[in-house]
């Protein structure tokens, strides 16, 4: 089991950015894939960007050229750097990691991290 613990969340104006960090308990190196979900109030938990070992990287289209996933293998630790936040993206934001045990897959969720972004 990948323990995720999710931090930098928080409130900002529009237009305003955000760094969250996800870090993990053991080598991210290890993890198939890195990603980050958000969800909002009455709305199903969605996809936002993710990062495989081998560095590739995915976003949803509503985040593409504003939000940028990277990681630290140094500190075990993934980045969601959040640039020009529009209301829309208030939600809480969960780090995933997914993985393999005996050649079956596996997920870890961390405990979230709030956004919101208002005037």
């Known amino acids: 089991q990948v323990q995720l613990v999710e931090s930098g969340g928080g409130l900002v104006q529009p237009g305003g950015s955000l760094r969250l960090s996800c870090a993990a308990s053991?080598?991210?190196?290890?993890?198939?894939?890195m990603g980050w979900y958000r969800q909002a109030p009455g709305k199903e938990r969605e996809l936002v960007a993710t990062?495989?070992?081998?560095?590739?990287?995915d976003y949803t289209d509503s985040v593409k050229g504003r939000f940028t996933v990277s990681r630290d293998n140094a500190k075990n630790t993934v980045y969601l750097q959040m640039n020009s936040l529009k209301p829309e993206d208030t939600a809480v934001y969960y780090c995933?990691?997914?993985?393999?045990?005996?050649?079956?897959?596996?997920?870890?969720w961390g405990q979230g991290t709030q956004v919101t972004v208002s005037s």
């Open positions: 053991e080598s991210i190196f290890s993890i198939s894939t």
């Open positions: 990062i495989t070992s081998g560095g590739s990287t």
């Open positions: 995933r990691a997914y993985y393999y045990v005996n050649y079956r897959p596996r997920i870890d």
